[in-house]
């Protein structure tokens, strides 16, 4: 069996444990493979370079969340269940520590069950004419520039409008996404296997400030209106922010994609006990 490898190198360790998990699995009878063409596939001592995903049985990362949406994305694509190792500090969505690669083997061959993870698409309109989109696992962000006044966030769920307020940002998260961004703002932490769209504004110019949830099967939109050449930036899974001008369309839908994330033990309410509700050391 392949198994599809992604590592952050920039993560301290994370380059020798990929290799170390690298021999780990030859020994064991996988074939430990890397994609694309990035410089930190080059990094993964031991591993095959293929052309295309799609001959590989499972998706290993060694790293944070970060390294999870990145790949994530990928294993969703081509239907693979994923597998994180944490190297980062929290490591959410991650299923084993370091020091527990040596279960791995054994775990591929049948040992897990699959947590079952929707997705977004977003897309973005200008003019009518469709000028992004992406699938994201975690969340949507619509944020104003740091030295901005605040615009006005308009909110339609279908043809109906349910939101018009003046924030800091809002977001739109997947139920995997409720325990990032959304969590720190203070909304709440959704069961993973619930199918619906989280929504809430972040620092609101209100008295009223709570999350809704809608069903996915609703086509959400959102656009700013601009106050005093107030800017917007929007962006998807933590990643850059995109500017966004007044009159562009932003949608959010459910995703045709969803990943597979593989789990051990506790699963997910385990983690949200020994890494959300356990202080830092």
Same mark, same amino acid.
Request: one cysteine or more.
């Given at each position: 069996?392949?198994?599809?490898?992604?590592?952050?190198?920039?993560?301290?360790?994370?380059?020798?444990?990929?290799?170390?998990?690298?021999?780990?699995?030859?020994?064991?009878?996988?074939?430990?493979?890397?994609?694309?063409?990035?410089?930190?596939?080059?990094?993964?001592?031991?591993?095959?370079?293929?052309? $295309?995903?799609?001959?590989?049985?499972?998706?290993?990362?060694?790293?944070?969340?970060? $390294?999870?949406?990145?790949?994530?994305?990928?294993?969703?694509?081509?239907?693979?269940?994923?597998?994180?190792?944490?190297?980062?500090? &929290?490591?959410?969505?991650?299923?084993?520590?370091?020091?527990?690669?040596?279960?791995?083997?054994?775990?591929?061959?049948?040992?897990?069950?699959?947590?079952?993870?929707?997705?977004?698409?977003?897309?973005?309109?200008?003019?009518?004419?469709?000028?992004?989109?992406?699938?994201?696992?975690?969340?949507?962000?619509?944020?104003?520039?740091?030295?901005?006044?605040?615009?006005?966030?308009?909110?339609?769920?279908?043809?109906?409008?349910?939101?018009?307020?003046?924030?800091?940002?809002?977001?739109?998260?997947?139920?995997?996404?409720? $325990?990032?961004?959304?969590?720190?703002?203070?909304?709440?932490?959704?069961?993973?296997?619930?199918?619906?769209?989280?929504?809430?504004?972040?620092?609101?110019?209100?008295?009223?400030?709570?999350?809704?949830?809608?069903?996915?099967?609703?086509?959400?939109?959102?656009?700013?209106?601009?106050?005093?050449?107030?800017?917007?930036?929007?962006?998807?899974?933590?990643?850059?922010?995109?500017?966004?001008?007044?009159?562009?369309?932003?949608?959010?839908?459910?995703?045709?994609?969803?990943?597979?994330?593989?789990?051990?033990?506790?699963?997910?309410?385990?983690?949200?006990?020994?890494? &959300?509700? $356990?202080?830092?050391?």
């Amino acid at each position: 069996m392949r198994v599809l490898i992604g590592c952050n190198i920039r993560k301290e360790g994370s380059a020798e444990l990929a290799a170390e998990l690298v021999a780990l699995l030859k020994k064991s009878g996988f074939a430990p493979c890397v994609y694309g063409n990035d410089s930190e596939n080059a990094k993964v001592i031991g591993a095959d370079m293929i052309e $295309t995903p799609s001959i590989c049985d499972f998706a290993v990362t060694v790293g944070g969340d970060g $390294t999870i949406l990145k790949w994530g994305k990928v294993a969703a694509e081509y239907d693979i269940p994923l597998l994180g190792v944490n190297m980062g500090r &929290l490591g959410f969505m991650a299923t084993l520590e370091p020091h527990e690669i040596s279960c791995i083997p054994e775990l591929l061959s049948g040992d897990f069950s699959v947590s079952r993870r929707i997705m977004l698409e977003c897309k973005v309109f200008r003019e009518e004419r469709e000028i992004f989109s992406e699938h994201v696992l975690n969340d949507v962000i619509l944020s104003r520039s740091s030295v901005s006044k605040l615009p006005e966030y308009v909110v339609n769920c279908g043809d109906a409008e349910v939101s018009r307020v003046r924030a800091d940002g809002i977001i739109f998260s997947t139920p995997t996404g409720s $325990t990032a961004y959304s969590l720190s703002a203070g909304g709440p932490i959704l069961s993973p296997d619930l199918e619906c769209i989280e929504f809430m504004a972040l620092c609101p110019h209100t008295l009223f400030n709570r999350p809704m949830l809608f069903s996915d099967k609703q086509i959400i939109t959102a656009r700013v209106n601009h106050y005093q050449n107030s800017k917007a930036t929007f962006s998807v899974d933590g990643g850059s922010g995109i500017p966004l001008l007044e009159g562009d369309i932003l949608q959010i839908m459910r995703s045709r994609l969803s990943l597979g994330l593989i789990e051990t033990g506790s699963g997910f309410y385990g983690a949200i006990h020994n890494k &959300l509700m $356990t202080p830092f050391k």
